[in-house]
């Protein structure tokens, strides 16, 4: 399994990003799914997961309704649509997948990861 993430970049306060992670590599499209980020000198977080098992979607608290996570599956693609973007979400942001439904918030459960994509959130 391997994932491809993209989409991060420079973007002013208040502005928006959207970022791209390409799954291949599963047999089904049943897996789960998850944006996380990390910040300096932080610890990698969770940002939002999707569950393949139950089709539910968790989002951090700190989203607090500006992020959106969807899926293409005939691209095989998870998108992270970041609007009324904040200086304290720049990171480098993550894509992770697992064949089976792990815990959102127990990053060491997420068997596969892709390689991160910065976002610089700044004036």
């Known amino acids: 399994v391997q994932l491809q993430a993209s989409g991060g970049g420079l973007v002013q306060p208040g502005g928006s990003l959207r970022l791209s992670c390409i799954v291949s590599g599963f047999t089904s499209d049943d897996y789960s799914v998850g944006w996380f980020r990390q910040a300096p000198g932080k610890e990698r977080e969770t940002v939002s997961c999707f569950s393949g098992s139950t089709g539910s979607t968790y989002y951090a608290d700190f989203v607090e309704g500006r992020f959106i996570l969807s899926r293409d599956i005939a691209k095989n693609t998870v998108y992270l649509q970041m609007n009324s973007l904040k200086t304290e979400d720049t990171a480098v942001y993550y894509c992770?997948?697992?064949?089976?439904?792990?815990?959102?918030?127990?990053?060491?459960?997420?068997?596969?990861w892709g390689q991160g994509t910065l976002v610089t959130v700044s004036s």
């Open positions: 992770a997948s697992d064949r089976w439904n792990p815990d959102p918030l127990d990053l060491s459960l997420w068997d596969y």
